[in-house]
C-alpha cells in the first residue's frame, strides 16, 4: 500500500501528512510504507492530485528538482489551471512509490515536456470538481464560477462550495487516458496563456529557507535503525584486478563488520562512518596492473584522438556543395579547437542509503532518475520491481548522469549482502577521479569567404572520446557491475554533436566521429551526460570559429552573426532564425554593444578588457550571452567581469527562479572555460581533490550579470505559446563567450579549453601581447 | 574510545569516540546536526564549516578531541525559531540551487561579518574564496551578504 493511499484513507491524519509532506518531503512519508511497491496508475487523477479537506491540494509529479526552481513552477503550473492559491498547494516529487514515473529529472525537459500533462491533469481535476458542484447546486457546470478553490454560482454568489467541502480525504475516481505518461490527459483543455495567473510570477521557492535553517533533510543524512558505514575500496589503476586481500588487516579495527568483495569490487563495512573510513584506508589488497596502458596521458590526448581510427562515424550533414565553394573562396580559414573531458565533480560525493527492512528494498537517494535507479536495482539484483523503490530527496547538484547512479547500486548490494541498512559515500578522491565525465573533444573547422567577407562555405569535424558512453542507471554499466564481471559484452556507441546555430551557411558538411581510448570499462576515464551532453564542447568550437571568419572579414562580431541570420535561404527555419535574431539583439542592446571588429585596439597597462558574444540553440531555446573579461597581461588571470544573458525559452513560468537558474548555469561553464580538466597518466587520473581539479571560486564571480527574458515568438501572443525547457542552453555558448572577449582584449586566440592562468600567460607571451 | 564532552550551539553533550574522530562525524552521526555537511574530508571546500571562537572551522579536519570551546552549526544560528540575518537575507535574495555547500557558505560569511561588519567587495572574494560551490551560487552569494552589511534585511 502506498503511502499515499495511507493518507487518504486515514483522514485523521490528513494535517499531519500534508505538513509532513511540506517540511520533511518524501521521508516524512516514506518511513510509513512497507511495501510491496506497485507502480501508481497514471491513468488515474487520484496519481496526480490530492485535494485535503482544509481545502489544500498536493501534487504528485514524477520528476526530480535539483534546486532550479521545477518543483515550485510544476505548483504555479498545476494551482494556475485547478484554479488554487499557489500557497494552498504542495508538491511531493521523484520518489517511486507515490508519484507517477515521469522519468525524474533529464534533457532541461521537465517544463517543455512533462509539465503538459500537470497542466492537464490539473485542468481535468478542476473540470471533475465544477460537476460535483453543478451536482451539489443542482446547476449545470457551466452556471458556475470558480476562484480561489471556492466555486460559486454565477448568479446567487451567496452559493459557494470549497473543493474541500466537495472531495476533500476522498478520491476523484476519475479514469484519465492517453498511450504514455506525457500523453496523460482527461476531458478537460488547458486554459490560454491569457488567463493564467500564477505562471508568470515569480513565488520564493519553497525549498530554499529549509536550505538555509539547517531543517532540510537530505539522502546524506537517512539513518535507518541498526545503519552500517560502507567505504569502497577502488582498483589503484583502471583495469587493474583483484589478486588478494589481507582481511586480518582490518579485521581487529574498532566497529569492523565484513570485507565485501566480488570480483574487482571491494567494500570496507564497519559500525560507524569514521570507522569504514579508517579501515578502508587500512586494508590491504594486492592488485595486479593491466598488461598494457590504458589512457594516453592527458596531455597527450588530442594528438591520441587525432589519430585513432573512429569507432563509429556519422552520416555527415551536407547542404549545397562544399568543395566548390571551398576552391572558389577568396580567404579560407581552418583552426583546431580541443577540449578535455571535464566532470560532474560534485560539491557532495556520490552517495546512497539502502534499507533491506520487511523482505523489501528501499534506496534513499538523490539520483535525479529515481525510477530508472529503481528499476536498474531490480534488474542487478535480480528481485521484483515491487519490492523496490526508490525515495528521492535532495544532494548535492546532479546535472547528469552522475556517480550518485553508481552509489544506489553499491548500497544496494551491500545491503541485501549484510542484510541491514548500509550507507555508501564515496571519498572525494573517488568522485573527482571516478565520476563520469562530459567527453572530451577535438574539432577542426573550415570556413570559406568571398571577397566582400561573405561566408559561403563552412566545414565541421568533431571527434569525441565518447566510446561505452555510460547510460542511466543501466545494471549491466554501472560501476559496480564492471567491477563484478557482470557487464554487457558490448559499449555503447556514444556520439559527436553539431553546432545548434541557425546561420544560413549556402554551403556547409559537419561531420562527426567518435573514438575510444585504449581502455573503456573498469576505468575512472569513464563518459556520461554532463549538462548539456555534448553542447559547451561543440559551441565552444563553432562560436570561436565563426569569431575567427568575423575578424578574417573584418566584421563586428554580433553584426556578422545577424547577417549569416538574415541571409535567404531556402530551409523552411523561419521561425527559428526569428527567434536567434531576437536574442542577439537583445543581449547586444542590453550589454551597450559598440559595433566594431575584434580585436579591440591594442592597450596599455597590465588589465586588458575586452567582450564576446556567442549564441545557441538547444531544442527549442535560444540564447545569446556576452561575456566582458579583464585579462591580466602580467599573470595571465582572466576575470569575466560582466555577463549579459538574453534568454527565450517561451512561456516562462518563474521569471526570478529562472534567472538564478540562468546565471549559475553561466557560470558552471565560465569554470569548465577557465578552470576544469580532467586530467591523467597512462593508468590513472590524477584530478583528486580541489587543488589539482581546480574550480571556479567566489573570487571569479562577475561583478555584475544581467539577464533579459525574450519572447521572439513571431507570433509573441499567442494563446498556446509553448514553454520551453530552460537549464542547459545557457551552458552550451559560453565557453566561446568567453574565449571571444579574450581575444578582443588580447588579439589572441584561445583554442585549446581551460584558460588556465599559465596558458594564457604562455599564449600571451607567444603573441609577444 | 575516549568520553568526550562538547558544547554545542548552548547544550552540552557527552560522546564515546575516538578522539582523533573528525569533529564533522559526531555532529551529524550522533549529535543528529546535519548542518554540516561532507564535501571533501580534506578542509578543501567549507561544505563542513562551523564556528569555534568566532572562527570559521572546517569540522571535516578537526579533531573531536582537540575541540575546547562551543560549536555553533548552522541549526544554532536560528536558534529560538528566529532566522538570522544572514538567512533571511539567503532567502531574499534566493540564493541557493542544490544547497548543499550553503551551510559553508552562511557559516563562513557569518564569521566573516562577526570580524568586519561592513566589508569592501574585494574583502568579500577574498574572505569567501575558499568556500566552493559547485552550483555557482556565487554572486548571489555575495548580493546576500551585501545586503546584511549594508542593513537591508
Known amino acids: ?769 | 574510545m575516549s568520553t568526550i564532552t562538547l558544547k554545542v550551539n548552548g547544550a552540552s553533550h557527552t560522546v564515546e569516540v575516538e578522539p582523533a574522530t573528525p569533529l564533522l562525524y559526531v555532529l551529524r552521526n550522533d549529535l543528529g546536526l546535519e548542518g554540516p555537511r561532507f564535501g571533501c574530508g580534506l578542509g578543501q571546500c567549507g561544505a563542513c564549516t562551523v564556528i569555534i571562537n568566532g572562527v570559521a572551522t572546517r569540522s571535516c579536519v578537526t579533531p573531536t578531541s582537540a575541540v575546547k570551546s562551543e560549536v555553533t552549526t548552522l541549526e544554532g544560528l536560528s536558534a529560538g525559531g528566529r532566522l538570522h540575518p544572514l538567512q533571511q537575507a539567503w532567502i531574499d535574495e534566493q540564493v541557493p540551487q542544490c544547497g548543499f555547500c550553503q551551510n559553508g557558505q552562511i557559516m563562513t560569511a557569518k564569521a566573516l561579518l562577526d570580524r568586519n561588519p561592513h566589508p569592501t567587495d574585494a574583502q568579500i572574494r577574498e574572505g569567501m574564496a575558499r568556500t566552493l560551490c559547485r552550483c555557482m551560487t556565487y554572486y548571489r552569494v555575495q548580493a546576500a551578504i551585501k545586503r546584511v552589511a549594508g542593513g537591508r534585511v
Open chain 1, 1 to 769: 500500500m502506498s503511502s499515499r493511499r495511507e493518507f487518504l484513507t486515514t483522514s485523521g491524519a490528513l494535517i499531519v501528512s500534508f505538513s509532513a509532506a511540506r517540511i520533511a518531503g518524501p521521508l516524512g512519508l516514506a518511513a510509513q510504507a512497507a511495501g510491496p511497491y506497485p507502480d501508481p496508475d497514471f491513468r488515474q487523477l487520484d496519481s496526480w492530485i490530492v485535494i485535503h479537506e482544509d481545502n489544500t491540494a498536493t501534487f504528485f509529479v514524477g520528476k526530480t528538482d535539483c534546486g532550479q526552481c521545477t518543483g515550485t513552477a510544476f505548483r504555479q503550473m498545476m494551482a494556475d489551471e485547478l484554479d488554487i492559491a499557489y500557497d494552498k498547494t504542495t508538491c511531493v516529487m521523484g520518489s517511486t512509490h507515490n508519484t507517477v514515473d515521469q522519468g525524474g529529472s533529464g534533457g532541461s525537459d521537465a517544463i517543455q515536456t512533462d509539465g503538459w500533462p500537470m497542466r492537464r491533469v490539473a485542468a481535468e481535476a478542476r473540470r471533475v470538481l465544477l460537476d460535483m458542484a453543478g451536482t451539489h447546486f443542482g446547476v449545470p457546470a457551466d452556471a458556475l464560477t470558480v476562484s480561489a478553490a471556492v466555486v460559486s454560482v454565477k448568479a446567487d454568489p451567496s452559493k459557494r462550495v470549497t473543493y474541500g467541502e466537495l472531495i476533500g480525504g476522498k478520491k476523484f475516481h476519475v479514469a484519465l487516458t492517453g498511450a504514455n505518461i506525457d500523453a496523460t490527459t482527461g476531458a478537460a483543455k488547458v486554459k490560454p496563456v491569457q488567463e493564467l495567473k500564477i505562471v508568470g510570477q515569480s513565488p520564493q521557492r519553497y525549498d530554499i529557507p529549509a536550505k538555509v535553517n539547517g531543517t532540510q533533510k537530505w539522502a546524506v543524512g537517512v539513518k535507518p535503525a541498526g545503519l552500517l558505514h560502507a567505504r569502497n575500496v577502488k582498483p589503484p589503476v583502471a583495469g587493474a584486478t583483484l589478486a588478494s586481500i589481507d582481511e586480518s588487516s582490518v579485521q581487529k579495527l574498532p566497529g569492523f563488520v565484513k570485507v565485501v568483495s566480488k570480483g574487482n569490487y571491494v567494500a570496507v563495512v564497519c559500525e560507524r562512518e569514521e570507522q569504514a573510513i579508517n579501515a578502508a584506508r587500512q586494508l590491504k589488497v594486492k592488485w595486479d596492473k593491466p598488461a598494457t596502458a590504458a589512457l594516453p596521458a592527458s596531455e597527450d590526448l588530442f594528438k591520441y584522438m587525432r589519430g585513432a581510427a573512429p569507432t563509429s562515424s556519422s552520416n555527415p550533414i551536407v547542404v549545397g556543395n562544399p568543395d566548390p565553394a571551398f576552391a572558389s573562396a577568396a580567404k579560407v580559414v581552418e583552426a583546431d579547437y580541443d577540449i578535455p573531458f571535464q566532470g560532474h565533480t560534485a560539491i557532495g560525493p556520490a552517495h546512497a542509503t539502502a534499507d533491506p527492512s520487511n523482505g523489501q528494498l528501499t534506496v534513499y537517494s538523490n539520483d535525479m532518475k529515481s525510477y530508472g535507479m529503481r528499476n536498474g536495482i531490480a534488474t542487478f539484483l535480480k528481485i521484483p520491481r515491487d519490492q523496490v523503490r526508490v525515495v528521492w530527496m535532495e544532494g548535492p547538484q546532479g546535472y547528469g548522469r552522475t556517480a550518485a547512479d553508481d552509489a544506489g547500486f553499491e548500497a544496494a548490494y551491500l545491503a541485501k549482502e549484510l542484510g541491514r541498512p548500509v550507507r555508501v559515500q564515496w571519498m572525494r578522491n573517488e568522485e573527482t577521479a571516478w565520476d563520469t565525465k562530459a567527453p572530451a573533444f577535438a574539432c577542426t573547422l573550415r570556413g570559406g569567404l568571398d571577397a566582400q567577407g561573405n561566408l559561403v562555405a563552412f566545414d565541421y569535424l568533431a571527434r569525441a572520446a565518447d566510446y561505452n558512453h555510460l547510460g542511466y542507471n543501466e545494471a549491466d554499466t554501472v560501476l559496480i557491475a564492471q567491477l563484478m564481471g557482470t557487464r554487457r559484452a558490448k559499449p555503447a556507441s556514444g556520439s559527436a554533436a553539431a553546432p545548434s546555430e541557425m546561420y544560413a551557411i549556402p554551403n556547409r558538411r559537419m561531420a562527426m566521429h567518435v573514438v575510444s581510448l585504449p581502455l573503456v570499462w573498469e576505468t575512472p576515464v569513464r563518459t556520461g551526460n554532463l549538462r548539456d551532453p555534448n553542447g559547451p564542447q561543440s559551441t565552444f568550437a563553432s562560436e570561436s570559429f565563426i569569431d575567427e571568419l568575423a575578424a578574417a572579414a573584418n566584421a563586428d562580431p554580433v553584426a556578422f552573426r545577424l547577417k549569416l541570420l538574415t541571409a535567404s535561404t531556402a530551409d523552411d527555419s523561419g521561425f527559428k532564425r526569428a527567434r536567434s535574431i531576437a536574442v542577439v539583439k537583445a543581449a547586444a542592446e542590453l550589454y551597450g554593444w559598440d559595433t566594431r571588429p575584434s580585436p579591440r585596439p591594442r592597450q596599455s597597462g597590465n588589465i586588458l578588457t575586452g567582450r564576446g558574444i556567442a549564441y545557441a540553440f538547444r531544442g527549442q531555446t535560444v540564447v545569446a550571452e556576452i561575456a566582458e573579461v579583464e585579462v591580466n597581461r602580467a599573470t595571465g588571470r582572466v576575470w569575466v567581469k560582466r555577463l549579459v544573458c538574453a534568454h527565450d525559452c517561451g512561456l516562462v513560468i518563474n521569471p526570478e527562479g529562472l534567472k538564478r537558474t540562468i546565471e549559475c548555469g553561466m557560470l558552471h561553464s565560465i569554470s569548465r572555460a577557465l578552470y576544469e580538466e580532467v586530467q591523467f597518466d597512462t593508468e590513472k587520473v590524477t584530478s583528486v581533490d580541489w587543488v589539482s581539479s581546480p574550480t571556479l571560486t567566489h573570487a571569479d564571480a562577475p561583478a555584475k550579470i544581467d539577464v533579459v527574458l525574450v519572447n521572439g515568438d513571431p507570433n509573441p501572443g499567442r494563446p498556446d505559446l509553448p514553454h520551453y525547457g530552460a537549464g542547459e542552453t545557457v551552458c552550451k555558448p559560453m565557453l566561446a563567450a568567453v574565449a571571444n572577449a579574450i581575444f578582443d582584449a588580447t588579439g589572441v586566440r584561445l583554442r585549446r579549453v581551460p584558460f588556465r592562468d599559465a596558458r594564457v600567460l604562455a599564449a600571451l607571451k607567444a603573441a609577444r601581447v
